[in-house]
């Protein structure tokens, strides 16, 4: 199915590079969750006991000028359409500022835009400048290819709501924007079934990965940082997840 790929496996490459040996009309399903240009010198977050810049915490993979942002998000939009099977869906994470436009985007791409999803995390940290209000939520939008997914599995009505609460700091790793496990397994449940392939570009924790593995669906992916395929590395080997013992707390691949 993959030119010189494999299934099951997080590739420590580029996406753009990577995602060039997928296949057109290959993948059931995306879940992703790309950087979101928010680093920042002036914006802080904890990490650990420390207050520091988000710039610092997540490092340059994620500060870009605003031209050059919108691009490489359109780009990877694009080659996301171009994989995805007919029916095929995709969430997609993103910045609140950006969100809607991105959305736009897609839908000019060609993407059905279905809805948008939200995690409110309950116990936000504080705005440490006192000048604006506290970051309690993300959003995700979901769309597909074609005028109707070709798999929706409805689970129970309570399952079935379009947002997600969760407590930050219950982290398995320490890369600064894991998601939530639960919530991308629901995802996944949703919109896939047994041994279909599930994409995600941005594999930063291997939340993704480790999602799909544990419902028996295929994955692929790719992660550039090679500490952070370490971790997803060692997420996937173990039988049995453990919370990680960093502290670290952050604003925000998966």
Known sequence: MLKDLSLNKIYNMDCFEGIKNIPDNSVDLIVTD???????????TKQ???????????????CFEKEE?????INYLKECYRILKDGGTIYCFSARKDNGFFIREAVKIGFKYLNSLVIIKDNPLPHFNKTNWRSSFELCFYACKGDKPKTFN??????????????IGKKYTNHPTEKPLEFIKLLIKVNSNENDVVFDGFMGSGTTAVASKQLNRNFIGFEISKEYLK?????LNQNTLIYCNSDQKTLGGI
């Open 69 to 73: 942002y919108d691009l490489f998000f």
């Open 231 to 235: 971790m997803s590395n060692n997420r």
């Open 48 to 62: 650990g006991n420390n207050i520091i810049s988000t710039k610092l915490a997540w490092g340059e993979w994620d």
């Open 154 to 167: 409805f689970l129970s009505q309570n399952q079935m709501i379009n947002k997600y609460n969760y407590l």
């Open 34 to 44: 790309p950087p979101y240009n928010i680093g920042d010198d002036v914006k802080s």
